[in-house]
């Protein structure tokens, strides 16, 4: 099956600093989603973006379907954007089985 | 607000005892999903529902697991005989309406199994 591979792994940041997430998959996808999971557990959809450019505020994010990557770009980082961000894909037209990565843990100190 | 309801939010059990979780999308959806998640751990799919009918299921959905959509709508997962490694979070998730393929996840239950 399809793997998702998510870096860095774990990612401490001062309060206004910028990062980038990375998601890398191993085959072709027709659905590319980042979510950000609270201390809660609550999955936020961020974006749905399987191949292009978007932007949400200070977040906006890229996937190179071709060369099957994914970028998620933090701006001005806030303490409430601690938790963890996931990648999740699906190759196919029809179910959108998201398969996900294993996360990127996100903590932002002020 | 992602329109996803579940009920309830945690769940403390004996081994051996049966459970079952509700997942009530706001309003009907084709789609919707039930997800897994151990700690640490992203989400596993388990099942999937296009209107009634549940299309797809994991191999992770052993035979003492089972779900339902009986009207489309709200949908059940029910384990029978629960083990120490059911404990996780069961998430439910829909699609956002029929044209597009993002899916939108409830807040979850934290099944615990003692």
């Known amino acids: 099956g399809i793997q998702v591979e998510q870096s860095p792994p774990d990612l401490i940041l001062q309060e206004g600093a910028n990062s980038t997430l990375r998601c890398n998959f191993s085959?072709?996808?027709?659905?590319l989603q980042w979510f950000h999971q609270n201390p809660w557990g609550q999955l936020i959809n961020l974006f749905y973006?399987?191949?292009g450019t978007k932007q949400n505020g200070r977040l906006s994010a890229t996937t190179v379907a071709t060369e099957r990557y994914s970028l998620l770009y933090i701006s001005s980082s806030q303490t409430t954007d601690s938790g963890v961000y996931f990648c999740a894909v699906d190759r196919s037209y029809n179910t959108d089985k998201l398969i996900f990565g294993t996360g990127t843990r996100l903590q932002v100190f002020p | 607000d992602t329109g996803v309801s579940q009920d309830p939010r945690h769940k403390i059990t004996k081994r051996g005892q049966n459970v079952t979780f509700r997942c009530d999308p706001i309003s009907e959806h084709n789609r919707l999903y039930w997800y897994r998640q151990t700690l640490g751990q992203g989400p596993e799919f388990l099942t999937y529902f296009q209107n009634e009918a549940q299309l797809e299921k994991s191999r992770l959905l052993s035979d003492r697991f089972s779900a339902e959509r009986p009207k489309g709508s709200f949908s059940t997962l029910e384990i029978q005989r629960t083990e120490q490694g059911d404990s996780a979070m069961y998430l439910c998730?829909?699609?956002?309406?029929?044209?597009?393929?993002?899916?939108?996840f409830g807040p979850g239950t934290r099944l615990t199994v003692l």
């Open positions: 998730a829909k699609t956002g309406d029929l044209y597009t393929d993002t899916q939108y």
């Open positions: 085959d072709s996808v027709n659905n």
């Open positions: 973006i399987p191949s």
